[in-house]
């Protein structure tokens, strides 16, 4: 096996805020506030055991959460948190946990949620205890998001802040500083919130605001130089990204010519990357840069080749064959180079994000694993070569990387650059991949991207590209007709890569953008603006309207979804599309061991109050048909209450099961036989008032009928935890074969329940 080396926490030269997470959708928004404040954070799982800890952090922040403190099973903090005697902050969830733990009684379900907008009056007390709110007046707006309640005020605590739905919206100990507030103050939609967590880590806590990049650029080196030693080779795959040039520069700034960079031309790249590539890390960096022109290799083996799952595997798999061609050329060189080395370390450009989707919380039905973003490659090269993994960049966000990279003297021009997805050009041609239709894409692309520089916008955006859909239009230049090509322009905003809003360009600017490339990119008849509110490429969430939160493997998001006509049940006359989620032996998310991919509708609305049906109809078919010999867990909520399960479930001693089950709290209530080509619909009858949950099924187009009703569960969610898809348990093999699972009718309605499978908005799709 081979040893992962990652950067020290730095908590030896940074005061040091330790964020726990309760699985809470924005604790890596409270790393994000610290930071920017200049006080270093660092997130860990709830779960952590203190005495595990090799460092004493400043203060400690507890985070929000999907589950009730009360539950049997919800998470908790190790007891010797309360004994290291360093500031607490409970933030929503976290501000439960603290007055549950003193007394189970303080804690309960409230009479309704309370969601969205609230204005909380502060109360001063006049001791330490005024000092969270200190500067902010009698009164702040803040967002709140939680069913639960503190019923009663913990014993040796004091009221600092209150609303007209809660009496307790903040809370204080009297003598010690420990805080609670009921609200999330990490959000944008508490203005004040950055002041607030000011307030606690610098004032309270005694946190140094000193988290600077260009000393963290000095530590770094100095750690690299005492890991890799003197004579050791690294080696490390460059692309043109941010990413990958900034941990390149570290790299060449720590150990010198020590580091060999390996530049891959598969002949998807962007118009003249490579000389650019060149000319920044070969010329103007000093690094010592080998680049492999490929192109003719990755175009051959991708002719014929449409599919956007098998593209992708074609190139990684090439990449991966070329690498480590080069590496073992690298070694021999280096034999007969004095004072040298051999290779030892592998440069990979993880960022702190992959990082926190692998320590968050994610409860006792997940597999927490250190994240891996290369996929297969540090796993061939170092199994195969006993190479070793360093990841100079784990510990930062995007922006702290640009930071970096500005400190190392990169031009803007790069360190600004909008994403790039590894497999190319490849992936954004709808169809087959040619040199032709690369190439036109390409220029495409260029001109897009050269007009959005132009006209200033190019900072504004987070990430712009044109495609090319291999399908034909007809159009008109002069007096001839023209028979070719659309390109397909997209540009978004987005703060973090996980949901984006599209960005809104004045319509003469597309328009001149669409003559330009008409008129000087031969093959192309048409282009369009795309203004789905999808995410940007790369991302493992996107937006495929009226969804949010994708979840699925390392591919691009159209290798594990597809919507069309053709995916629905034909009686669904409410929809006009149906979903095709699949699954494979690459829908490894964040290194998990289990395969997932999943939809997460997302709403503003309270679904977690009175009766709700969540319904859904699905399929399977005789081409890529589910394995039943793996457990399934389909359409489930975040802590499990009710769900489908289908496949030998774990533990069985039979070799195989399709059983397609309805489970709650994993316990069998009823059951069916999966036939292929068979539509199965259900939904869900919860109860969250009374905690019953009931199923109505039926087949095809059979309207539904209760089947099971009235079972007592704990129920719970934020409104924003249904996944629909599928989540397959392979014990992390990657030889189980592709999954089609198709679904239709998705949609959650009051009581009464809308029996017929035609939808409550039937005709009108049509």
């Known amino acids: 096996m081979a040893t992962n080396i990652v950067s020290e926490s730095p908590h030896n030269n940074f005061d040091t805020i330790l964020v726990l997470d309760f699985g809470s959708q924005t604790s890596h928004l409270i790393l994000r506030r610290l930071r920017s404040l200049g006080v270093f954070a660092e997130l860990l799982p709830c ?10 952090p400043k203060g400690i922040v507890f985070s929000g959460g999907p589950s009730s403190v009360y539950d049997e099973g919800s998470p908790h903090v190790d007891p010797a948190v309360f004994d290291l005697n360093v500031p607490i902050l409970g933030i929503c969830y976290g501000c439960q946990e603290i007055a549950w733990r ?13 969601y969205g907008h609230a204005d909380v009056k502060i109360t001063k007390v006049n001791s330490h205890v005024d000092r969270l709110f200190a500067g902010m007046g009698d009164e702040i707006p803040v967002f709140m998001s939680h069913y639960d309640k503190l019923v009663s005020l913990p014993t040796g605590f004091v009221v600092i802040a209150s609303t007209k739905n809660s009496e307790f919206a903040g809370i204080a100990h009297e003598e010690k500083p420990v805080f609670g507030v009921q609200f999330h103050p990490e959000l944008e939609h508490t203005p004040r919130g950055t002041e607030i967590l000011r307030n606690f880590s610098v004032d309270i ?27 050791a080779l690294v080696l490390g795959a460059v692309s043109g990204g941010v990413d990958s040039t900034v941990g390149a520069a570290l790299m060449r700034e720590a150990i010198g010519d020590r580091f060999k960079a390996i530049l891959i031309d598969n002949g998807c790249m962007r118009l003249n990357e490579c000389e650019q590539v060149k000319e920044t890390l070969g010329h103007h960096l000093g690094i010592d840069l080998t680049v492999v022109d490929a192109a003719d290799l990755f175009l051959g083996r ?27 050329r690298i070694e021999k060189e280096a034999e007969n180079t004095p004072n040298s080395g051999k290779v030892e370390w592998f440069l990979q450009g993880t960022l702190y994000p992959d990082v926190i989707e692998s320590l968050s919380f994610r409860g006792p039905s997940a597999t927490i694993k250190t994240h891996h973003n290369v996929g297969g490659l540090p796993e061939r090269m170092m199994n195969g070569q006993g190479l070793r993994l360093i990841e100079p960049l784990r510990l930062l966000f995007k922006d702290e990387v640009r930071a970096i990279g500005r400190q190392l003297g990169i031009h803007e021009s790069l360190v600004g650059r909008h994403p790039f997805p590894g497999p190319g050009i490849a992936i954004r041609i709808l169809g087959d991949v040619t040199k032709e239709r690369v190439e036109i894409a390409r220029q495409a692309d260029n001109i897009f991207i050269s007009m959005i520089r132009e006209a200033g916008l190019y900072d504004q955006i987070s990430q712009a590209f044109a495609g090319l859909d291999t399908n034909r239009s007809v159009g008109v230049f002069g007096d001839q007709r023209v028979w070719g090509y659309i390109i397909i322009l997209r540009a978004v905003r ?72 053709d995916f629905k049940n034909p009686v669904d006359t409410s929809d006009a599309q149906g979903i095709r989620i699949s699954i494979d032996g690459t829908s490894f998310w964040n290194g998990q061991t289990m395969e ?39 359409a489930f909520f975040e802590s499990h209450f009710t769900e489908l399960k289908y496949g030998l479930l774990s ?25 292929a080509g068979n539509w199965y619909n259900f939904a869900y009858d919860i109860d969250f008032d009374a905690k019953t949950v009931s199923l109505w099924a039926s087949n095809g187009s059979d309207p539904l009928s209760a089947v099971v009703t009235g079972v007592s569960v704990s129920t ?3 409104s924003a935890d249904w996944h629909v898809g599928e989540l397959r348990l392979n014990n992390g093999g990657t030889d189980a074969a592709a999954e089609d699972w198709f679904w239709s009718g998705i949609y959650v309605e009051n009581a009464p329940i809308t029996a017929t499978i035609a939808g409550p908005l039937a005709g009108q799709s049509e």
Request: aromatic share 10%; proline share 4%; glycine share 6%.
């Open 494 to 565: 987005t703060k973090d890569f996980m949901s984006a809003e599209v960005f809104n360009f004045d319509n003469a600017f597309l328009a001149n953008v669409a003559r330009t490339i008409c008129n000087q990119v031969e093959g192309v008849a048409r282009v369009v603006y795309d203004l789905d509110p999808t995410c940007p490429e790369g991302s493992w969430s996107n937006q495929i309207a009226p969804w949010q939160w994708y979840i699925h493997g390392t591919g691009s998001t159209g290798e594990y979804l597809e919507l069309s006509p």
């Open 47 to 56: 779960t952590t055991k203190i005495a595990d800890l090799t460092w004493k």
């Open 596 to 634: 997932r991919s999943e939809i997460i509708p997302q709403t503003s609305e309270n679904l977690g109050t009175g009766r709700l049906f969540y319904h859904f109809s699905l399929m399977t078919s005789t081409t890529n048909p589910p394995n039943p010999k793996f457990e399934h867990q389909i």
């Open 716 to 718: 719970s969610t934020n």
């Open 302 to 328: 991708l002719a014929g080749v449409s599919d956007p799952e098998k593209k992708r595997k074609i190139i990684g798999s090439t990449f991966i064959d070329l690498f480590e061609q080069e590496a073992i």
């Open 651 to 675: 533990g069985d001693s039979a070799s195989e099961d399709n059983t397609l089950r309805w489970c709650v709290s994993g316990i069998t209530k009823w059951s069916t036989q999966l036939e």
């Open 205 to 231: 806590c005694g946190a140094q605001a000193n988290w600077k990049m260009g000393d963290f650029v000095q530590l770094e080196i100095a750690r690299i130089r005492e890991l890799v030693g003197d004579k």
């Open 102 to 114: 003193l007394d189970s009684k303080n804690v309960a379900r409230g009479a309704a949620r309370e």
